[in-house]
């Protein structure tokens, strides 16, 4: 049974944003999925708000907060993460030092 994640609006303005690229790039989930993409998202910043496992598993810790099993929340972490690389060009802008460079 899944957990209730408290929400706020940016995580639910995240969640709309991510959710159709996700569904686009690897396809709506099949009837067997046990977890949905809120879950997905959710573990992933709970991987990078316990610091990626610095301080030793950060995947099974983030699984564990979540009740959800490793290798699914590996699964949307890996996902995630390839996802949010692809997105990095189009999203994060560094202007040239000299605007001249710009042209």
């Keep these: 049974m899944q957990e209730s994640i408290v929400r706020s609006d940016s995580f639910d303005s995240l969640q709309s944003f991510l959710e159709s690229l996700y569904y686009k790039k690897y396809g709506l989930p099949g009837k067997n999925t046990q977890y949905d993409f809120d879950f997905g998202l959710g573990v992933l910043l ?3 708000g316990n ?5 030793g598993d950060g ?3 983030a699984a564990a907060q979540l009740g959800m099993p490793r290798p699914a929340a590996c699964r949307y972490i890996k996902n995630l993460k390839v ?3 692809e997105m990095m060009d189009d999203v994060v802008y560094f202007p040239s030092p000299d605007s001249s460079d710009e042209w």
């Design 46 to 48: 709970t991987y990078y």
């Design 51 to 55: 610091g990626c496992g610095q301080d």
């Design 59 to 61: 995947i099974g810790g």
């Design 83 to 85: 996802l949010l690389y």
